[in-house]
């Protein structure tokens, strides 16, 4: 009898910062993969508000659970997703503007990592409207985020917009 393959499932993003959305994602993705990697992009297209140390260290305290691991990524993410073994790369489509950028997406890395299926979860319905630039923006203003995001990155958050 052979031993079935280890599922593991890559999450790429830029998570600036993680939120409640992410985290709801990693649970699902948990639910079909043995393991799970929360990979975070080192160039993200725009400037980031956190750094890459501080996106890392607010998705280890947001989501502490030994069985996903989180890294961060240079350059492409077929090629990350190969070497670190991957069967999926998770991605999340909140809405059908997520749509075509997210099939562009897929089907590129289907082209440099033909072995590596992407699979689209759908989040919990009162997430399906968050973002992390949503977030920030509110955070920026003063706003509340407490329902948004986990406690330690509503501090961070406080902390860089000197609320
Ligand atoms: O959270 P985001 O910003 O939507 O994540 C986008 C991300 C980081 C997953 C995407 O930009 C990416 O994969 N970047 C790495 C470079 C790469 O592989 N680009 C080609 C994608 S087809």
Redesign the pocket.
């Given at each position: 009898m052979t031993t079935p393959a280890l599922r593991l499932a890559v999450y790429?993003?830029?998570?600036d910062p993680i939120t409640r959305g992410h985290e709801d994602l990693i649970r699902r993705a948990k639910s079909f993969a043995d393991r799970v990697i929360v990979a975070v992009?080192v160039n993200?297209a725009k400037q980031p508000l956190f750094t890459l140390e501080e996106r890392v260290a607010l998705i280890l305290q947001a989501v502490e659970d030994p069985s996903v691991e989180v890294r961060s990524f240079d350059g492409?993410?077929?090629d990350f997703a190969r070497m670190a073994g991957a069967t999926v790369i998770v991605r999340g489509l909140r809405a059908v503007s997520d749509f075509e950028y997210e099939f562009q997406?897929a089907l590129?890395?289907r082209n440099l990592a033909p072995g590596i299926e992407t699979v689209f979860l759908v989040p919990a319905f009162d997430l399906t409207y968050l973002s992390s630039s949503l977030v920030r923006e509110v955070a920026r203003f003063g706003g509340d985020v407490s329902q948004l995001v986990h406690p330690a990155v509503q501090k961070a958050l406080r902390q860089k917009f000197g609320k």
């Open positions: 790429p993003g830029s998570f992009a993200v492409l993410l077929a997406m590129m890395n």
